[in-house]
């Protein structure tokens, strides 16, 4: 029997297509069992052989994708996109293969021509969004953050980044997108973790202690939120509750400077000086370049026999800071204290002398400059000179000289200023 040909061709029409059916489940099955480089050479043939099926050149691309072949993907959608116009599976992959490899410029016009066939398309608002961060538009980011934020009120995403752009402006405005994804999401870590940052860097440590307690509820082997908890501590004031967390940290593991230095610290308010010395050297030893670790090991050994590290470690505190006058008085003073208690009294002398200088507020520095002349340099004249200085910068600090410490010293110098006019008097000097 002698077949019609057009029923030949219809039977070679469905015979093809059932062949490119079963090819096309074939790759769906291989690309899911992890065959990449199959699926690409599968994919390869049947388009080499005529094959424009959507699901073909998408399996293909996803699969170089998998395999770190950006340009070839790239590639590979170009062409189906050639066959289908603005297809959104396939022009979304190329937006984002364009993403990944960094070409911004067309990513950009990919994402933008998404948003404008779906205004609703959250995904690629929010790649815009950080595409514009990237580049330094933080208005075009907000913008588009706003646009994903109108669709939905609680998108983490977007709440954690118009946070983050915000913050990094010093906008007090940043704490609202963080406290709203924190309510929206207890449980995320990094929502809880950024919160927390800004309570802290805004002066408000308080507020972040219950935040990290709780996330230690839920993870109790954070380091994160242990050397965190640990440092809002320290920075509300309680050195006892600071050192018990930044210790914990450094049980779980944790051996960074920043823990040490603010645990040795800590040792070093509770006057638990030996304490502090093991933990600020530990510090030491990881940054070498921040003064205040030296200067609290300076401060810390100064209570012990090691005089000499103490001074050493003060001085390299100096060398390494460009500190206000109040700071730079503050370890002249701690010098002198270490020369004086060492009998060394001229050195101990000029180094008042030295904190004097650098900040005239430090009126007690002049105290010991006279009790030095007076008790121990047996300079009475000079000494006379020094407590009358003395006297004359208390009151031109009234809020000092009102002190209790202030008030009970000015008293003891006021007797001997008058003890020593009378024996100069008689010495007739």
Not at 120 to 126: G, K, R
């Amino acid at each position: 029997m002698k077949l019609h040909p057009s029923f030949l061709l219809t039977s070679a029409i469905i015979l093809f297509s059932w062949q490119t059916v079963q090819a096309q489940e074939n790759l769906t099955d291989l690309y899911y069992s992890g065959n990449y480089q199959k699926v690409i050479d599968a994919s390869g043939t049947l388009i080499a052989s005529g094959d424009t099926a959507i699901t073909t050149f998408y399996l293909k691309a996803l699969s170089e994708a998998q395999l770190g072949q950006p340009v070839e993907a790239i590639g590979t959608l170009q062409l189906g996109l050639n066959l289908h116009p603005f297809e959104p599976r396939l022009s979304r992959m190329l937006a984002r293969q364009y993403f990944d490899a960094g070409d911004y410029v067309q990513a950009r016009k990919g994402y933008d021509e998404l948003v404008q066939s779906d205004s609703t398309d959250v995904s690629s608002w929010l790649k815009l969004a950080e595409m514009a961060s990237f580049r330094q538009q933080y208005q075009d980011a907000q913008d588009a953050l706003n646009q994903v934020l109108s669709i939905d009120a609680m998108n983490l995403n977007s709440l954690m980044m118009m946070g983050d752009i915000l913050n990094r402006h010093k906008n007090s405005g940043a704490v609202v997108y963080y406290e709203r994804a924190y309510r929206h999401y207890p449980e995320n870590q990094k929502a809880a973790y950024a919160l927390v940052n800004w309570y802290i860097q805004s002066k408000n440590a308080w507020k972040a202690i219950p935040i990290c307690e709780q996330m230690l509820v839920i993870d109790t082997t954070s380091i994160k939120f242990s050397k965190l908890l640990g440092y809002a501590y320290y920075k509300t004031g309680e050195p006892v509750s600071a050192v018990r967390y930044l210790e914990y940290a450094n049980q779980l593991g944790d051996s960074t400077a920043f823990t040490f230095k603010f645990k040795g610290i800590s040792h070093y308010l509770r006057t638990d000086f030996q304490a502090a010395i093991e933990s600020l050297n530990h510090a030491v030893k990881k940054d070498t370049l921040d003064a205040e670790i030296y200067f609290f090991l300076g401060a810390s050994m100064a209570t012990t026999t090691e005089k000499t590290h103490a001074m050493s470690h003060l001085n390299r505190s100096l060398k390494l800071m460009q500190p206000d006058p109040s700071i730079v008085s503050r370890i002249y003073s701690e010098q002198g204290n270490i020369k004086r208690l060492e009998t060394e009294y001229e050195e101990a002398y000029e180094l008042y002398s030295k904190a004097w200088n650098a900040d005239i507020t430090n009126a007690i520095s002049l105290y010991f400059m006279a009790s030095i002349l007076d008790n121990s340099m047996h300079q009475h004249k000079e000494a006379l000179v020094d407590y009358q200085r003395y006297i004359d910068a208390l009151d031109q600090l009234p809020e000092k000289g009102e002190s209790n410490q202030g008030v009970s010293i000015r008293v003891i110098v006021e007797d001997r200023i008058i003890t020593l006019k009378e024996e100069l008097f008689f010495r007739d000097e």
